[in-house]
């Protein structure tokens, strides 16, 4: 370019002001361990939406949605999908494991889900995950077995060891690792895709002598199946651009997994292999961070977590077998019982340093109605210190003393609450005592499964 062009250029030399304009996204996370009740959140808000997006996870994560007494479950596919005037959007950021995506529409084609495919855009530069989880499937399970004494016994000490998660990491690896696949490479030349999946299938072959990939197979149904999702398949960047910047749109971003399952942020190695905090929706979804509206937080009235890793306000007592009974806290995928604890607020203040909420979605209010007495953990000690962060070490979570305060059960049924005036005072207490001391007004009450029983404040 020419001193002269250069000079000439509106653009140089000014400071540009920071672009203010487009449609706002309104963001539904998780705050806690995952579980928190984000698809009833996500249902409710997805039903005045024009788009509904999804932008990291699998199908390793759940929603389940109950509409018209019939129960929705939703792992890859948007759970706003069920709004007939609405798109939903599987964003970059999202591993789609195609065959998966097909079973889990069909199964809701039974309860009554329709033309879901007309209503479905998936980005080309999304990753798919088809092979990766055959492989997994093989390798979770041996490990499984293998090793099943040892985590144990080791879980019963207390001790941080491997994670027996299954889940989708090996795709987001073989991102990083730049030897994954798109959608893109699969609907452009299927040669050319061929072979570079045949390279993949060599690769962990060659990793795992005894892993039998049946390449020709599974070359043939991505074949099948690329030609039924080619219809629905878009450049997501421009495509969010364009919602962003056309006539005014409600868009919708349902997160999956939740803070504390956060590759960076969460109790790292019981992680998830996304950042399911708010940055994952710019990067998941290729949008710009001003363009962000309301971020909506997930909190469960109490403290859940699957599987092994320090969980300090954990109830091993008749306190945490009643959260877990009357919460059903039992995995939805591996049917185990998930661990149950009192409502932390400093993870509740963590996740908000992170994600900066607009405001809070409390669920599951009704299942603390028999307590006497609800503490809630208000801060953390270590070595006789309040700390005002979230350790980041596994052993020195394991090591710190939670202070806890201490309020009275309301000791009735909120199930058929439907305003704030329907709820004990007792139980608006609670509400007000969570709001004050972690600075995050709640905006919703959950006090059922249902759609109605979602209580909104303001
Ligand atoms: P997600 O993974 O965070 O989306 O959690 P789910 O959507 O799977 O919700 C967990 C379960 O809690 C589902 O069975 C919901 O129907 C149920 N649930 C959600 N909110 C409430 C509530 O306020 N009260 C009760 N009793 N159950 C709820």
Known sequence: MSHKACYTNPGAGVKRPRNDTGNKLTVVLGAQWGDEGKGKVVDLLATESDIICRCQGGNNAGHTVVVDGKEYDFHLLPSGIINSKALSVIGNGVVIHLPGLFEEAEKNE???????????IISDRAHIDDFKNTFLRLFDFHQAVDGLQEVQRQAQEGKNIGTTKKGIGPTYSSKASRTGLRICDLLADFKDFSMRF????????????????????????????????????????????????????????????????????????????????????????????????????VVKAYTTRVGIGAFPTEQLNEVGELLQTRGHEVG???????????????????????????????????????????????????????????????????????????????????????????????????????????????????????????????
Not at 110 to 120: A, F, M, V, Y
């Open 110 to 120: 039974k309860k009554g889900l329709k033309d879901w495919e007309k209503r479905l």
């Open 198 to 297: 045949k390279n993949l299938a060599q690769q962990y072959q060659a990793m795992f002598p005894t892993l039998e990939v049946d390449v020709d197979g599974q070359l043939k149904k991505l074949k099948e199946y690329a030609e039924r999702i080619r219809p629905m398949v878009r450049d997501g960047v421009y495509f969010m651009y364009d919602a962003i910047n056309g006539p005014p749109k409600k868009i919708l971003v349902e997160g999956a997994n939740a803070a504390l399952l956060d590759i960076d942020f969460g109790t790292y190695p019981f992680v998830t292999s996304s950042n399911c905090t708010v940055g994952g929706v710019c990067t998941g979804l290729g949008i710009p961070p001003l363009n962000i509206g309301d971020v909506y937080g």
């Open 332 to 458: 939805v995928t591996t049917g185990r019982k998930r661990r149950c604890g009192w409502l932390d607020l400093v993870i509740l203040r963590y996740a908000n340093m992170i994600n900066g909420f607009t405001a809070f979605a409390l669920t599951k209010l009704d299942i603390l109605d028999v307590m006497d007495e609800i503490k809630v953990g208000v801060s953390y000690k270590l070595n006789g210190k309040k700390i005002p962060y979230f350790p980041a070490n596994m052993d020195v979570l394991q090591k710190v003393e939670v202070e806890y305060e201490k309020l009275p059960g309301w000791k009735s049924d909120t199930s058929t609450c439907r305003k704030w005036e329907d709820l004990p005072v007792k139980a608006q207490n609670y509400i007000r005592f969570v709001e004050i001391h972690v600075g995050v007004p709640i905006k919703w009450v959950g006090v059922g499964k249902a759609r109605e029983s979602m209580i909104q404040l303001f």
